[in-house]
């Protein structure tokens, strides 16, 4: 199995940048695509975007497009998400998550078997 431990997260204005990191330890992180998802105050763990293992294709939740990139780098076993422009609504914890599917580029939480334990990010208006 994969472990994941996020970073990068804290408080930014609107309209400020930030950018997260998930370190990926454990098996071969080529085996994964990778995902994130945020869990809003309230509200249901949501998808953000996702990459598939090679970064060939990637999804992005809609909102967020043209604001935020995921990215990889699978020889330090890192994906990123820089976030651009942030609003007050892009307020969550952030999550991680793998899917033994390396070629999928599922929005669907379901499709992740491993998870990391979250960053905060928030976004004062």
């Known amino acids: 199995q994969v472990q994941l431990v996020e970073s990068g997260g804290g408080l930014e204005q609107a309209g400020g940048s930030l950018r997260l990191s998930c370190a990926a330890s454990g098996r071969t992180f080529t085996d994964y695509a990778m995902a994130w998802f945020r869990q809003a105050p309230g509200k249901e763990r949501a998808f953000v975007a996702a990459i598939t293992s090679r970064g060939t294709r990637i999804n992005y939740y809609e909102p967020v497009k043209g604001r935020f990139t995921i990215s990889r780098d699978n020889a330090k076993n890192t994906v990123y998400l820089q976030m651009n422009s942030l609003k007050p609504e892009d307020t969550a914890v952030y999550y991680c998550?793998?899917?033994?599917?390396?070629?999928?580029?599922?929005?669907?939480?379901?499709?992740?078997?491993?998870w990391g334990q979250g960053t905060q990010v928030t976004v004062s208006s």
């Open positions: 998550a793998a899917n033994v599917d390396r070629y999928s580029d599922s929005s669907y939480s379901f499709s992740y078997s491993y």
